[in-house]
């Protein structure tokens, strides 16, 4: 475990989410990294992190403790230090810290390696499974069984950090209360823009197909595709080009704004669907102040060349510099993409996220900067994990979705982060999937009353790239 | 209960007025809402009009008066809205309705306020008051999806108006409601297809030469309007913490002939906040068209189920809308609520002084949270 690395990491994490005041406290506070056995036998006026036990990467002897307005999923406690004098906090069942006589404190969960691990990829580096698409997808996750997977595990960590450092400027113990500390939570909206027009090939041999395969199991067909084929053949935009609009329009009655993913390069089932002419179009509707990124190809997953060549086509019809991306059906390899991106010229990207469930692959809601194991240092690009994709929510959560969604977020303003999230133009209003009709609303309207802020991946980047 | 204090707010009562707004209705309004509903309009005064009765140190009655400018022939002068009338269900019959709108009156008077108006389905009461019900809102609206006839006919139950009640009827409604959608989704695409030179501009902060609109608009239609300067636009549109309404505005050569704002409701429906035109071209009905048109298309892009507006009264303007409403294919429904007018003591001796069918009234009249 890399302290220096993880550090950096938590007052970039800070400086995002967090006030002024927060920031001070943790650049102020005595925060080491060293081996549990010679922590337990320090006794000076700091904070200790664990650096040497490893709990495996199946979680162990889950606990929850109220903190701040919320709850902490905590799990694989440390052993409570045997020397004379400590003491846990707030409780020996359910400790949070363990403290000793000279105001030495120690977390009392393995929580910042868990986070180290989930940074750097543990997960996907020791367990071998990969779908068809070469992810490493959630069900692979030993989290899943255990409810975990949506578990913002590096944000509790740096809550429970500030609320020692509170401690260390002058409280008796650490306490739950870190309310002051907090900023309000960020909402970071983006767009895979896959289909521009419904008309295209793919879509439409898609509907079709799918007219038969149900009566293929004895069901009923799908007579329905065939109002959509015509009506996309007669009205392209509808539903997809036009949401476009329709979704800046949305967002702009929040005071909220988005960032576009285009999709361009190579054509196929998996690829570009609309060719270059639809992004050109699209662009004079996106107004100042929502941004544009690259979606990478599906062919162009570790392969330079050709995500070079396709950020070089895009830049060429956007008429300026793309800095932020997200794969085309989240491919991404953890010991290759972030060189490639970095290569190409990506400072931000959001694909570290799952399709098949909701939540925290890093166990992080916000944005970080990988760990490029080879040099021992972060890589020179950030990483906002995306969190929640729209199908995957509703498939997921049902009519309980914005619910669910708006727990998630009421847990991210008490602890601080960044929800990062997707939806699609396609699903955005589009009658073929009713059950989608206005969930994109409701999500909006759920980050306006829980007094949410507003960052895109590019914001987030400029605030943590301008150091003062 | 006989310790009852009946008086203006002060700014640090803010806080239990809401909670009692929220309790009563069981909503989540927070502060930075009432802040900007009855504190940050554009009245120059430190004194917000908002009277409250407490018993002991609990909050039992609120009503406010939310000061507004109006334009007619003679000028620019203050009226105010009447809003947040709330009393709690045990202290009713002690009249505290009435005790809390005669020191607003008081307050009104002093200010030289021409007018006290609001939209209430409570006639009773406001009649009591000395309120003259001059008319209705009604509604015109543009049907878009199916899911729409739920949601407005959940609406008319809570405003407690009329809905169907034999299933003959629900069903008729239904039907009709459904052959609607595509007969509106015709007309529209006839009208929408042609072209002239009005330009249509996406407008995101408030039109400097709004206000020389608004006094077009007088000079050209006559009768009263909500002065609708940039700092009106800005509290009610670009500043409000609820839905900022998207706003778009017709142009030529550079100047603006007219506007429409429109959002989407958190119900899923689409309103039609404003919508106010003065050309010199003669063209008012074309510009009209086309601004309506564009409401409906970008609300129906942001998902809406319906667009709705209102349709008040005689207004050569009003009607001008309506005509213009319909031809590209919205409804005309008798729905609405009641409006209500006082004329203080001020109004009647000024030289303000109008009918009904003078006022050109849009949702932009405060009417909740849109606008």
């Known amino acids: ?468 | 209960m006989n310790n009852l204090e009946i008086r203006l707010i002060q700014p640090e009562e803010s806080p239990a007025a809401n909670d009692f707004y929220n309790g009563i209705y069981g909503k989540k309004r927070s502060l930075e809402q009432w802040q900007w509903e009855f504190a940050e309009n554009t009245y120059d005064t430190d004194q917000i009009l908002y009277a409250i009765v407490k018993d002991g140190s609990r909050i039992v009655g609120t009503q406010a008066f939310i000061p507004i400018q109006m334009i007619d022939p003679n000028g620019i002068f203050w009226t105010a809205k009447s809003e947040e009338t709330l009393v709690d269900p045990n202290y009713r019959g002690q009249k505290l309705f009435d005790k809390m709108y005669s020191l607003l009156f008081e307050e009104a008077e002093k200010r030289g306020f021409a007018y006290v108006w609001g939209f209430t389905p409570a006639e009773k009461a406001f009649k009591k008051l000395g309120f003259e019900m001059p008319g209705k809102t009604s509604q015109m609206l543009f049907p878009m999806q199916y899911r729409a006839l739920d949601k407005l006919m959940a609406k008319d139950r809570e405003a407690e108006r009329d809905v169907p009640k034999s299933m003959l009827k629900h069903l008729s409604y239904k039907l009709a409601f459904r052959i609607s959608i595509p007969l509106s989704g015709l007309k529209l695409s006839m009208k929408a297809s042609r072209k002239n030179d009005i330009e249509i501009r996406t407008i995101d902060s408030p039109p400097q030469a709004a206000d020389d609109l608004c006094r077009r608009f007088i000079k050209k239609y006559g009768g009263v309007t909500i002065y609708r300067d940039g700092e009106y636009l800005k509290w009610r549109i670009f500043d409000n913490p609820y839905v900022k309404a998207n706003m778009v505005g017709a142009f030529h050569d550079n100047t603006l002939l007219g506007w429409a704002a429109f959002s989407l409701g958190d119900d899923g429906v689409g309103y039609l906040v404003d919508i106010l035109t003065a050309s010199d071209l003669g063209n008012d009905p074309e510009i009209v068209q086309r601004l309506l048109i564009e409401a409906v298309i970008r609300t129906r892009d942001m998902g809406a189920l319906a667009l709705r507006g209102w349709s008040v009264n005689n207004h050569p303007f009003d009607k001008l809308v309506l005509n213009a409403a319909r031809k590209i294919g919205f409804w005309h429904f008798d729905k609405g609520h009641t409006v209500v007018l006082y004329e203080t003591k001020a109004g009647k001796s000024g030289v303000h002084r109008h009918t009904f069918d003078d006022f050109q009234i849009t949702r932009i009249y405060t009417e909740g949270i849109m606008g």
């Open chain 1, 1 to 468: 475990m890399n302290g220096e690395y993880l550090l950096q990491q938590i007052e970039n994490h800070v400086r995002l989410f967090f006030t002024d005041a927060a920031l001070s406290l943790i650049k102020a506070a005595d925060i080491r990294f060293a081996h549990y056995a010679d922590a337990i036998d320090i006794k000076e006026y700091c904070l200790i992190i664990p650096i040497d036990i490893d709990s495996g990467i199946a979680p162990q002897n889950i606990y929850k403790v109220p903190f701040n307005d919320t709850q902490l999923t905590l799990w694989s406690p440390l052993p409570r230090p045997d020397r004379p004098g400590w003491r846990a906090i707030p409780n020996d069942n359910h400790p949070l810290w363990y403290i000793n006589d000279c105001q030495t404190i120690i977390p009392a969960t393995n929580i910042f390696k868990i986070a180290w691990d989930l940074l750097t990829f543990r997960e996907d580096s020791e367990l071998p499974w990969r779908d068809k698409h070469g992810r490493f997808n959630s069900p692979f996750s030993p989290r899943l069984d255990f409810g975990l997977l949506e578990i913002p595990v590096f944000n509790e960590a740096v809550a429970l950090m500030l609320a020692a450092c509170k401690c260390l400027s002058g409280a008796a113990i650490p306490d739950d209360n870190i309310g002051g500390l907090i900023a309000a939570p960020v909402v970071n909206l983006s767009h895979d823009c896959d289909v521009l027009y419904g008309n295209d090939f793919w879509t439409q041999a898609a509907r079709f197909a799918r007219i038969f395969i149900p009566s293929s199991h004895g069901l009923l067909s799908r007579l329905s595709n065939i109002r959509w084929m015509a009506g996309n053949t007669l009205h392209p935009g509808r539903y997809y080009f036009n949401n476009v609009i329709g979704m800046i329009n949305l967002e702009k009655q929040y005071g909220f704004k988005s960032t576009f993913y285009m999709l361009n390069g190579s054509g196929g089932r998996y690829g570009s669907r609309n060719g270059l002419d639809a992004i050109i179009k699209i662009k004079d509707f996106i107004p100042d102040g929502w941004e544009t990124g690259l979606h990478y190809n599906y062919n162009t997953y570790n392969k330079s060349d050709k995500l070079k060549a396709q950020k070089g086509e895009l830049q060429t019809a956007l008429g300026r510099l793309i800095t932020s991306g997200r794969a085309h059906y989240l491919r991404f390899d953890h010991t290759t993409s972030f060189d490639r991106w970095t290569q190409a010229g990506i400072k931000i990207d959001e694909s570290v996220g799952y399709s098949k469930h909701i939540g925290y692959r890093c166990g992080l809601a916000g944005c970080f900067q990988p760990y490029d194991n080879k040099a021992g240092k972060a890589y020179d690009i950030f990483e906002a994990p995306l969190a929640i994709m729209d199908t995957t929510l509703v498939d997921q959560y049902g009519d309980d979705s914005i619910r669910h969604f708006e727990s998630m977020l009421k847990h991210l303003s008490c602890i601080g982060g960044a929800m990062n999230l997707v939806f699609h133009p396609g699903t955005f209003f589009n009658p073929e999937m009713p059950r989608m009709l206005g969930i994109y609303h409701k999500i909006l309207m759920t980050c306006r009353d829980t007094k949410s802020r507003c960052l895109t991946a590019d914001d987030m980047l400029k605030i943590l790239t301008k150091r003062g």
